[in-house]
């Protein structure tokens, strides 16, 4: 095969790197196949199937004429039913003329960046962060301008952060709340905070993914920015799909609800490159907005009962830490006590990246560096996934931990 260089590729995919994350589930896969009893706990999907009743619908949609191009925004009906879920959940009122439907809520982000960052715009994402956030800037040729918020804030970014990080440049500002990979998430005194800040810059426009809104454990509604500042809502897209809330990663609908001019831009863009979304998963993503909730409150409790369990026995794996998250499914692990132990074999543990490669190579179990998510020393660890998965995950972490030699020790 010719080198990649002598294919000349263009310089955005020269800037940018596969998703971390997916190099991870790949090498979890690879030594699978060598034979390796690994146990992962990188991906980022609900482990629950699809409810049925919206898979109901997607083959009765199918059966019944859903088989071509739909209008290039979204059918009209999960348009409505977009509308409908923003008014009924989050307070917010959005015309069908204010929406799109993308292929995910990462089509959504990709596409609303490329529709507005020209060559040197920057993009405020505060760290740690989803890891395509920065990428996606690059290869948009705009600039992402990261700002590190530490466990001792929450992992969330403060007003003063952001108004030193505001510059002529500034384009938008991400935020993603709850958070992957912290499940930190933003009141509404926060967010107002912030909007004080923004409301000083008016070149300065958010973007809210909102993506694991429904998935948090304090039975709390998730606040959006546009409830604590209704005054942005000129310059704000939000964000959205059903791959968390309903399960359903595989079908690839996502949303974006703005300013008419920018869903206008979006749909230029879209229309030109994607397409339409596929008519099927339009008719299932209806179903489950419109149909039956109960899967919500019944797989976060789930997730919630793994969250339980599973923060107290990595906190008492000494050298870790992590903070009981408020949202989505992920733990956020501090791996500080481990830096600087060193392995069986004399290898020192320098960073995250050697603690994940040792607990992979080591015990099998496959997690990713926090430095994928910009912020050092953490790992990311899922709880999209059995709690007996999760507990042999911890035990094996244990017994590796436990062969480390030197350094401190909690
Ligand atoms: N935003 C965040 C923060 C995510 O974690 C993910 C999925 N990993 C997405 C967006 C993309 O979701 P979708 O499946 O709708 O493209």
Redesign the pocket.
């Known amino acids: 095969m010719p080198a990649v260089n002598s294919y000349n590729l263009a310089g955005r995919i020269r800037r940018i790197k596969p998703s971390p994350?997916t190099v991870a589930a790949d090498r979890a896969n690879e030594l699978r196949r060598q034979g390796k009893q690994i146990v992962s706990l990188v991906v980022?999907?609900p482990d629950f199937d699809t409810p049925a009743h919206i898979r109901k619908a997607a083959a009765h949609a199918m059966d019944h004429g859903a088989t071509r191009y739909t209008s290039m925004r979204g059918t009209q009906e999960l348009r409505e039913a977009i509308a409908a879920k923003l008014k009924r959940e989050n307070g917010l009122s959005y015309g069908v003329d204010e929406i799109i439907v993308t292929?995910?809520?990462?089509?959504?982000?990709y596409s609303a960046l490329a529709a507005t960052v020209d060559d040197g715009d920057e993009v405020i994402i505060p760290a740690p962060y989803?890891v395509?956030y920065p990428d996606m800037v690059l290869a948009c040729d705009g600039t992402p301008v990261t700002v590190p918020c530490g466990e001792n804030h929450g992992f969330k970014l403060s007003p003063e952060q952001l108004e030193a990080a505001i510059t002529p440049k500034t384009r938008w500002l991400l935020v993603?709340s709850p958070?992957?990979p912290t499940g930190a998430s933003y009141t509404a005194a926060e967010y107002r905070a912030l909007a004080d800040v923004l409301v000083k810059h008016p070149h300065v426009m958010v973007m809210t993914?909102d993506?694991?809104e429904h998935i948090r454990f304090d039975n709390k509604l998730t606040p959006h920015l546009l409830n604590a500042a209704p005054e942005l809502r000129d310059r704000t897209l939000a964000?959205n799909?059903?791959?968390?809330t309903y399960a359903m990663?595989g079908w690839?609908?996502?949303w974006v609800a703005g300013p008419r001019a920018l869903i206008g831009a979006l749909d230029t863009l879209l229309s030109q490159s994607a397409g339409t979304c596929c008519a099927v998963s339009q008719a299932a993503a209806t179903a489950a907005l419109n149909g039956d909730q109960s899967f919500i409150a019944e797989s976060v409790a789930i997730y919630k009962q793994r969250r339980d369990a599973i923060v107290p026995l990595l906190n008492a794996i000494p050298g870790l830490s992590c903070q009981a998250p408020d949202g989505?499914f992920y733990l956020f692990v501090n791996c500080a006590g481990l830096i600087g132990r060193t392995t069986e074999d004399g290898k020192r543990l320098e960073n995250d990246n050697d603690v994940v490669l040792y607990f992979l190579e080591t015990a099998g179990v496959a997690m990713v560096a926090g430095a994928a998510y910009g912020l050092s020393p953490y790992f990311r660890l899922s709880i999209a996934t059995s709690l007996e998965t999760l507990r042999e995950g911890l035990e094996r972490m244990a017994r590796a931990t436990a062969k480390l030699k030197g350094g401190l020790a909690k």
């Open positions: 994350s980022g999907e292929n995910g809520a990462k089509s959504a982000i989803w395509s993603n958070s992957n993914d993506i694991y964000i799909g059903v791959s968390k990663t690839r609908i996502g989505a």
